[in-house]
């Protein structure tokens, strides 16, 4: 026992309280951390607090990506703003680390992302997916490195410091549209409030004008935003956002918020003004200050100077106001990338950047030349999937950090952080490449058009047909058209002769049941002395569909499933299976056999499958294919079905019932369920071994088409290979619908085939989807060529393309939607998943009132069913937030069965 002060000394005393011991000291200011979680669930889809420790108050700043546990794990998040305090009671956790300084989501981005979140009933995480690439380190720090051993470029300080062209005249300074200054950061909350209905419009706010055909009386455009929403166009590296100021939602397309309008403007006020007054924005036609002018001054000549509107857009793009159009392009091989090129230098010579949106990356090749060509190297950047990761994330921090304005590509790049972004353009809106695979599922027209909207930025929808949605956008006067005279569409357009007309007929009785008339021969064979021609399948592949030859049954897969849920058997049915997997006695069959009815069979592929085809007497007769109509053709969906219940599972006999096609001219037929050979197939109606083609796809026409003309080579474009272009020497160009390729100097004749595969769709948009390829492949036509089209003359499609007036097509299919309650007339909702689950949900779901529920009804014999939610298109908002809350009620509960939700998909029927 020692007697020395020390021992006397209380514990507490000589060592420093537990508590104190590793605590984590928080940030000297903003010392909390609100983070997105990147967490699919929707009853999660929210920010929350962290605490930001003193070592990391320098490099978390909003926009950056940081790693933070969450459910006891470690999860990436995004920081999007820091603040003094939080409203949870407890201890918040502290921030992991932050992964990297770059502040790669920026305040637009971020608030578009939350308003298409809200859109789409869908989660900000998902959204912020598709909007910011995955991270890629080492490209990155050697991007940071570089900008920072190089000079820095000069900041512009003002609108006189800009890019400028020396092909067109400078602009004034005055006349340059500054940004919206931003005093916060991230936009991280839902709104909670409704959007006001039209009746609060103020007395003075000047009506609409009615337009020529009924169009929604809430909503005149696409998706809904509260009016108390931000711009959301504060520049990256600004200050944290106010509370005030995070208000997000998605926009209405209809309400144009101008610099300094009042938040509380309604639709009703807004829609149909013209041009809103003032600097902010400008609607094509309208006769305010931001619009286009019939009298505007011209540029000499240029892509846009067959449109009486084309200079005056352009105008309006130079001097920083922000008109919205739809343009429908001229035919005649005249190209669209040079209009959106000259569309995206004006953009840059007005100060501000530009982001085009194109289907695919054949097109983005072709606008990527025409940018270099227009802009020189270094002024613009193409983004597309095929660049790999590091290129791609290399081409997106130079966008992000500002030294790139101008931005093309397919659909990812609808979220690029464009800085200063003034124009926003989509081409050929109606692909469907442009709707996203991945949910929530959104349109980059949608999107493009919500990200206009919020940030007072000019919108051009291209293309040369004219969808319903960019139809709505005219009716309701928030675009207005760019369309040439008719005298000058006249004279580039082609001359189109249907087939089956009464003079041919007359001429060629056999011209009923060919697939390739006299009247198509003859324009392929007068086309071919001046230059290359094409010819359109609506189908890939060799012969997608096959058939009875005698009794036209479709010819289905009498093999065994490959795997059933039951363990493998050793007995006489696993050797009854294997022996039927083999096929004919020597087992599988290669593509040099060729005997297609297997044992009693006779003939191969080449002289079996076409019952007027065999020896190629002569081309007419050579030609004269299968008809579809006469072998118990139901209609073909996008992935090719053919047949009446191809859908459908196996039978109850335990068969796999797949349909058979043929790869090759000299192959067995195969299943394309199960992918095995059933070379021994024989009709289980009438015995036959023998089979007919019903369906033929754009390889079979090629060999055809190659025995017929056998001088001329023959390319083709489609899923194995897309070609860009071609030369202007003769040749036979076989391509599916948007794989056609540009010929230099244009095609001397285009055939379209199958037109019956395109107009028999079961689907909403088919007539519309018709005249959409027809168009497109039309007008790679040189001035008045010949243009033959298999398809009944009498058809609204094929009359839109015998007129080239694809603007009263799309004014009659909108008319019709509003009348039956179709989208774009109306916002719908689908939800997929199993019966049980669909049933549920639609019970649980707190609906608007005026919602309808069609449905739920079987899609397949797997149990999974499908119902529609209709509402108008005022409440779009309300509808999308039941469904979000239901969908967040099934993941709290810890729901097996997942049902997928989809607001307004473009299959519907």
Same mark, same amino acid.
């Given at each position: 026992m020692t007697t020395s002060d020390d021992a006397l000394l209380p514990l507490d005393a000589v060592r420093p309280a537990a508590s104190a011991k590793g605590a984590v000291v928080p940030a000297p200011e903003l010392p909390v951390a609100r983070v997105a979680v990147d967490n699919p669930l929707p009853h999660l889809d929210r920010p929350f607090d962290y605490l930001v420790p003193a070592s990391m108050h320098?490099?978390?700043?909003?926009?950056?990506?940081?790693?933070?546990?969450?459910?006891?794990?470690?999860?990436?998040?995004f920081l999007l703003e820091r603040a003094d305090e939080s409203e949870h009671a407890g201890r918040l956790t502290p921030l992991e680390r932050v992964v990297s300084p770059e502040r790669v989501l920026t305040p637009e981005v971020a608030g578009l992302a939350r308003a298409v979140a809200d859109r789409y009933a869908g989660t900000l995480a998902d959204v912020l997916r598709l909007a910011v690439p995955p991270r890629h380190a080492r490209t990155e720090t050697a991007t940071r490195a570089a900008a920072a051993s190089a000079e820095p470029p000069k900041a512009p300080s003002g609108p006189a410091e800009r890019f400028t062209s020396p092909d067109l005249p400078s602009v004034p300074a005055d006349r340059v549209r500054q940004p919206p200054t931003a005093t916060a950061a991230l936009p991280t909350e839902t709104p909670t409030s409704e959007p006001p209905s039209p009746e609060a419009a103020t007395p003075e706010t000047p009506t609409p004008e009615a337009p020529a055909f009924p169009a929604p009386e809430s909503e005149s455009a696409t998706p809904e935003e509260p009016r108390g929403a931000t711009s959301g166009a504060a520049q990256q590296g600004g200050p944290p956002l106010s509370n005030a100021s995070r208000q997000v939602g998605g926009p209405d397309l209809g309400a144009s918020l101008?610099?300094?309008?009042?938040?509380?403007?309604?639709?009703?006020?807004?829609?149909?003004?013209?041009?809103?007054?003032?600097?902010?924005?400008?609607?094509?036609?309208?006769?305010?200050?931001?619009?286009?002018?019939?009298?505007?001054?011209?540029?000499?000549?240029?892509?846009?100077?067959?449109?009486?509107?084309?200079?005056?857009?352009?105008?309006?793009l130079r001097h920083g106001r922000a008109p919205r159009a739809v343009w429908s392009a001229l035919p005649g091989a005249r190209?669209?990338?040079?209009?959106?090129?000259?569309?995206?230098?004006?953009?840059?010579?007005?100060?501000?950047?530009?982001?085009?949106?194109?289907?695919?990356?054949?097109?983005?090749?072709?606008?990527?030349?025409?940018?270099?060509?227009?802009?020189?190297?270094?002024?613009?950047?193409?983004?597309?999937?095929?660049?790999?990761?590091a290129e791609r994330y290399r081409r997106w921090l130079a966008v992000l950090r500002g030294q790139v304005r101008a931005v093309v590509g397919t659909r990812a790049a609808m979220f690029a952080p464009v800085e200063r972004l003034g124009l926003v353009a989509i081409w050929d809106d109606g692909d469907d490449l442009h709707a996203e695979r991945l949910a929530p599922y959104p349109h980059a027209?949608?999107?493009?058009?919500?990200?206009?909207?919020?940030?007072?930025?000019?919108?051009?929808?291209?293309?040369?047909? @004219?969808?319903?949605?960019?139809?709505?956008?005219?009716?309701?006067?928030?675009? @207005?058209?760019?369309?040439?005279?008719?005298?000058?569409?006249?004279?580039?357009?082609?001359?189109?002769?249907?087939?089956?007309?009464?003079?041919?007929?007359?001429k060629d009785q056999a011209a009923r049941a060919a697939r390739l008339p006299s009247v198509a021969w003859r324009a392929l064979r007068q086309g071919l002395e001046s230059g290359p021609v094409l010819v359109q399948v609506p189908?890939?592949?060799?012969?997608?569909?096959?058939?009875? @030859?005698?009794?036209?049954?479709?010819?289905?897969?009498?093999?065994?499933?490959? @795997?059933?849920?039951?363990?493998?058997?050793?007995?006489?049915?696993?050797?009854?299976?294997?022996?039927?997997?083999?096929?004919?006695?020597?087992?599988? !069959?290669?593509?040099?056999?060729? !005997?297609?009815?297997?044992?009693?069979?006779?003939?191969?592929?080449?002289?079996?499958v076409h019952d007027a085809a065999e020896g190629a007497a002569g081309v007419g007769e050579a030609m004269r294919l299968a008809v579809p109509g006469d072998a118990a053709y139901v209609g073909e969906g996008r992935t090719g079905a053919a047949y009446e219940g191809e859908g459908r599972a196996g039978a109850g006999d335990g068969l796999c019932r797949g349909p058979l096609a043929l790869r090759g001219g000299h192959a067995a037929p195969y299943c394309r369920w199960c992918g095995r050979v059933d070379a021994a197939w024989k009709c289980e109606h009438c015995g036959s071994p023998r089979l007919r083609a019903v369906v033929v796809g754009a390889r079979r026409t090629a060999e055809e088409l190659g025995r017929a003309?056998?001088?001329?080579?023959?390319?083709?474009?489609?899923?194995?290979?897309?070609?860009?272009?071609?030369?202007?020497?003769?040749?036979?160009?076989?391509?599916?619908?948007?794989?056609?390729?540009?010929?230099?100097?244009?095609?001397?004749?285009?055939?379209?085939?199958?037109?019956?595969?395109?107009?028999?769709?079961?689907?909403?948009?088919?007539?519309?989807?018709?005249?959409?390829?027809?168009?497109?492949?039309?007008?790679?036509?040189?001035?008045?060529?010949?243009?033959?089209?298999l398809a009944d003359a009498g058809l609204p499609a094929v009359q839109a393309l015998l007129r080239w007036d694809a603007v009263t097509h799309a004014e009659?299919?909108?008319?019709?939607?509003?009348?039956?309650?179709?989208?774009?007339?109306?916002?719908?909702?689908?939800?997929?998943?199993?019966?049980?689950?669909?049933?549920?949900?639609?019970?649980?779901?707190?609906l608007p009132a005026d919602a309808q529920v069609l449905g739920p009804v079987p899609i397949d014999d797997s149990g999974q069913e499908r119902a529609m939610i209709r509402v108008p298109r005022g409440s779009g908002a309300a509808l999308a937030a039941a469904l979000k809350g239901a969908s967040g009620v099934r993941a709290a509960r810890k729901t097996p069965d997942v049902v997928r939700v989809s607001v307004d998909p473009l299959d519907l029927i």
């Amino acid at each position: 026992m020692t007697t020395s002060d020390d021992a006397l000394l209380p514990l507490d005393a000589v060592r420093p309280a537990a508590s104190a011991k590793g605590a984590v000291v928080p940030a000297p200011e903003l010392p909390v951390a609100r983070v997105a979680v990147d967490n699919p669930l929707p009853h999660l889809d929210r920010p929350f607090d962290y605490l930001v420790p003193a070592s990391m108050h320098e490099s978390a700043q909003p926009g950056v990506r940081v790693r933070v546990r969450f459910a006891g794990k470690l999860v990436d998040g995004f920081l999007l703003e820091r603040a003094d305090e939080s409203e949870h009671a407890g201890r918040l956790t502290p921030l992991e680390r932050v992964v990297s300084p770059e502040r790669v989501l920026t305040p637009e981005v971020a608030g578009l992302a939350r308003a298409v979140a809200d859109r789409y009933a869908g989660t900000l995480a998902d959204v912020l997916r598709l909007a910011v690439p995955p991270r890629h380190a080492r490209t990155e720090t050697a991007t940071r490195a570089a900008a920072a051993s190089a000079e820095p470029p000069k900041a512009p300080s003002g609108p006189a410091e800009r890019f400028t062209s020396p092909d067109l005249p400078s602009v004034p300074a005055d006349r340059v549209r500054q940004p919206p200054t931003a005093t916060a950061a991230l936009p991280t909350e839902t709104p909670t409030s409704e959007p006001p209905s039209p009746e609060a419009a103020t007395p003075e706010t000047p009506t609409p004008e009615a337009p020529a055909f009924p169009a929604p009386e809430s909503e005149s455009a696409t998706p809904e935003e509260p009016r108390g929403a931000t711009s959301g166009a504060a520049q990256q590296g600004g200050p944290p956002l106010s509370n005030a100021s995070r208000q997000v939602g998605g926009p209405d397309l209809g309400a144009s918020l101008q610099d300094g309008g009042s938040p509380g403007e309604t639709v009703a006020a807004r829609v149909g003004e013209g041009v809103p007054q003032g600097d902010g924005a400008g609607g094509v036609g309208g006769v305010q200050d931001g619009g286009l002018r019939e009298g505007a001054v011209r540029g000499p000549g240029g892509a846009w100077g067959a449109y009486p509107m084309g200079a005056s857009f352009l105008d309006a793009l130079r001097h920083g106001r922000a008109p919205r159009a739809v343009w429908s392009a001229l035919p005649g091989a005249r190209g669209w990338a040079g209009p959106v090129a000259e569309a995206v230098r004006a953009t840059l010579d007005g100060g501000r950047g530009a982001l085009v949106v194109v289907p695919d990356g054949k097109d983005v090749a072709l606008l990527d030349a025409e940018l270099g060509r227009m802009l020189g190297a270094g002024r613009h950047v193409a983004l597309t999937a095929d660049l790999g990761p590091a290129e791609r994330y290399r081409r997106w921090l130079a966008v992000l950090r500002g030294q790139v304005r101008a931005v093309v590509g397919t659909r990812a790049a609808m979220f690029a952080p464009v800085e200063r972004l003034g124009l926003v353009a989509i081409w050929d809106d109606g692909d469907d490449l442009h709707a996203e695979r991945l949910a929530p599922y959104p349109h980059a027209r949608e999107v493009l058009g919500l990200r206009a909207h919020r940030t007072g930025a000019a919108m051009l929808i291209g293309a040369y047909a @004219r969808t319903a949605e960019a139809t709505q956008l005219l009716a309701s006067r928030w675009a @207005r058209p760019i369309v040439a005279d008719r005298q000058t569409i006249r004279s580039l357009a082609p001359h189109v002769r249907p087939a089956g007309e009464d003079a041919e007929l007359a001429k060629d009785q056999a011209a009923r049941a060919a697939r390739l008339p006299s009247v198509a021969w003859r324009a392929l064979r007068q086309g071919l002395e001046s230059g290359p021609v094409l010819v359109q399948v609506p189908r890939r592949g060799y012969l997608p569909a096959l058939a009875c @030859r005698h009794c036209r049954a479709p010819a289905r897969c009498s093999h065994p499933p490959t @795997r059933t849920g039951f363990p493998a058997s050793t007995g006489p049915a696993a050797h009854a299976g294997a022996a039927a997997y083999a096929g004919a006695p020597g087992g599988f !069959v290669s593509q040099g056999q060729g !005997v297609l009815g297997g044992p009693g069979g006779s003939g191969t592929a080449g002289s079996s499958v076409h019952d007027a085809a065999e020896g190629a007497a002569g081309v007419g007769e050579a030609m004269r294919l299968a008809v579809p109509g006469d072998a118990a053709y139901v209609g073909e969906g996008r992935t090719g079905a053919a047949y009446e219940g191809e859908g459908r599972a196996g039978a109850g006999d335990g068969l796999c019932r797949g349909p058979l096609a043929l790869r090759g001219g000299h192959a067995a037929p195969y299943c394309r369920w199960c992918g095995r050979v059933d070379a021994a197939w024989k009709c289980e109606h009438c015995g036959s071994p023998r089979l007919r083609a019903v369906v033929v796809g754009a390889r079979r026409t090629a060999e055809e088409l190659g025995r017929a003309f056998p001088s001329v080579p023959v390319r083709t474009s489609g899923r194995d290979g897309v070609l860009a272009s071609v030369p202007g020497s003769r040749a036979l160009v076989v391509a599916t619908p948007g794989a056609e390729p540009v010929a230099e100097g244009g095609y001397a004749a285009v055939v379209l085939l199958d037109g019956w595969a395109l107009l028999g769709r079961a689907d909403l948009r088919a007539g519309e989807e018709a005249v959409r390829r027809w168009m497109n492949a039309a007008a790679l036509l040189r001035p008045r060529g010949e243009l033959v089209v298999l398809a009944d003359a009498g058809l609204p499609a094929v009359q839109a393309l015998l007129r080239w007036d694809a603007v009263t097509h799309a004014e009659r299919e909108l008319a019709e939607r509003v009348e039956l309650g179709f989208p774009p007339a109306v916002r719908m909702a689908t939800l997929t998943g199993t019966a049980a689950a669909v049933r549920q949900m639609v019970a649980e779901a707190r609906l608007p009132a005026d919602a309808q529920v069609l449905g739920p009804v079987p899609i397949d014999d797997s149990g999974q069913e499908r119902a529609m939610i209709r509402v108008p298109r005022g409440s779009g908002a309300a509808l999308a937030a039941a469904l979000k809350g239901a969908s967040g009620v099934r993941a709290a509960r810890k729901t097996p069965d997942v049902v997928r939700v989809s607001v307004d998909p473009l299959d519907l029927i």
